[in-house]
Every structure is written in structure tokens, then in C-alpha cells.
């Protein structure tokens, strides 16, 4: 366990599964925790302290009118794949909230699209040793042809849990 908090914990128990049940229960548990998360159909590729990555496959649900993953999709994709990341470091005493987003659309994207969130160790350490705070978390998010879709800028906060 890289951190002690609610969801390196569950993470934890689900790492002691079979290899191959491990990404579905992932999926389904946190799905379960963040409903749109779940009704959209995120898959969790990879949760550590330092990076999250995750995928959005072009599926009719989540589909613009020319059957590509709907821009609504993609700023969750950069919202979940951000606030997950912070997740992993935030003190049980203390509760994440989205601040601010915003997101430019530079591309039409083609299939399935990723984001990729990642935190510094000084932004791991003001999180974790911080009572109260904000921080602005790098996020890329590309489609299947590896090229960038979007870029966004997503802001998250902290505070004590009353």
C-alpha cells in the first residue's frame, strides 16, 4: 500500500484477487462508489499514488452525433482520471472537491479515448501534509491513435471533513 487512506485500503483487497477478476472488480467497485463513472463505462488501467490511468472505449452510451465519444465524456474522463490521482493521497480526514475545469478541444478523436493523470512529489506532499489547499493536476487525454484530444486543466481542492 503506497498510502494509508479509504482507497489505497480497498485497492488493496482487490489486488489480493486473481489476476484476471482484478480490473473488473476495480471497475465495478468504483463504478458502484461514482455512479456516472460506472454508467459510462470507465475501465481503470492503472491507480498508484503518483499516476492514474484510465480508458473510455467509444461505446453508443457515451456517443456524439457522429458516433465519436461525446465531448461530456471526455471532460469526466479528465475529471475522473484527476480525481482519482488526488484520491490516492488525501487523508482520510480531509475531502476532495472539484474547484475548477475547463477543457479545449483540439481534435476530433477516433475510438476509444485515455486519460492520463499525474501528480509531482511535491503536489503528493502538499496534499497529504496540508489541512486545506488546491492543486492543479496534469492530465492528458489522447484517443486510440495515441494523439492528444483535449486539453485540460482541472483544479482540485481539499478540505477537513466536518
Same mark, same amino acid.
Given at each position: 500500500m503506497e498510502f494509508n487512506n479509504f482507497l489505497n485500503r480497498n485497492l488493496a483487497k482487490i489486488q489480493k484477487l486473481p489476476?484476471?477478476?482484478q480490473g473488473k472488480v476495480r471497475d465495478y467497485s468504483i463504478g458502484r462508489l461514482v455512479k456516472f463513472v460506472g454508467t459510462a463505462g =470507465?475501465?481503470?488501467n492503472k491507480m498508484s499514488c503518483r499516476e492514474v490511468v484510465i480508458t473510455l472505449p467509444n461505446k453508443p452510451r457515451v456517443q456524439n452525433h457522429i458516433r465519436q465519444i461525446h465531448a461530456a465524456a471526455s471532460a469526466l474522463l479528465a475529471e475522473t482520471a484527476t480525481g482519482m490521482v488526488v484520491g490516492m493521497n488525501i487523508p482520510d480526514t480531509s475531502i476532495p472537491l472539484m474547484k475548477s475545469m475547463s477543457v479545449?478541444? =483540439?481534435k476530433r478523436s477516433l475510438g476509444q479515448q485515455k486519460a492520463v493523470a499525474t501528480l509531482t512529489a511535491q503536489q503528493i506532499s502538499q496534499i497529504r501534509e496540508t489541512a486545506k489547499g488546491d492543486v492543479n493536476v496534469a492530465v492528458k487525454?489522447?484517443?486510440e491513435t495515441e494523439e492528444e484530444v483535449a486539453v485540460a486543466e482541472m483544479i482540485w481542492a481539499w478540505i477537513p471533513k466536518t
Open positions: 489476476v484476471f477478476l =470507465i475501465h481503470f479545449k478541444y =483540439i487525454i489522447t484517443d
